[in-house]
């Protein structure tokens, strides 16, 4: 019997170290086979973790992962997405101005991971730049994932 993966929110981690998961790939394919946008509200602790790690490993075109599951054969592993990912939880929240700055730098860094340089100093600005820049130089469409959105920021 496999191990249960208690507080793993890594689909990389879940599938490396042969933990159960549940295949949920059928549900995902539809997903981002019929839809463009969506807003998953669930309580803490459901998964939704999970659920953007495992979007951001097939978006990533990360096919080693996804043996054996239903989306396996399945899924255009022939092209990858650039994947602007953004967990909030890492964004300091104390003041607007805060969030402005922590939300510009990780927007930079994750720039520089794709090789692209940011120029604008605000975040939204920063954030547009960043999607364009990433189609521009792959010809893809970015893919968008943001975790722990959760109200208590924007007080």
């Not at 659920?51 to 599951?69: C, M, N, Q, V, W």
């Not at 605000?122 to 730049?129: L, R």
């Not at 975790?147 to 007080?155: A, F, H, K, P, S």
């Amino acid at each position: 019997m496999k191990n249960l993966p208690i507080g793993i929110q890594s689909f990389e981690k879940l599938r490396d170290e042969r933990r159960l998961y549940v295949d949920k790939t059928e549900i995902i394919y539809r997903m981002v086979s019929e839809g463009s946008v969506y807003f998953l509200s669930r309580p803490r602790r459901f998964g939704k973790s999970l659920l953007i790690s495992t979007l951001d490993a097939l978006f990533s075109g990360r096919k080693e992962l996804f043996a054996g599951l239903y989306i396996y054969d399945k899924w255009d592993w022939s092209k990858s997405h650039p994947v602007i990912r953004i967990d909030w939880t890492a964004v300091k929240h104390g003041t607007p101005e805060e969030i402005e700055r922590s939300l510009s730098f990780r927007l930079k860094r994750l720039a520089r991971e794709y090789e692209i340089t940011l120029f604008s100093e605000y975040a939204s600005d920063c954030f547009s730049e960043l999607i364009e820049e990433l189609h521009r130089k792959t010809g893809e469409k970015a893919v968008v994932l943001i975790d722990e959105y959760e109200r208590r920021y924007w007080m």
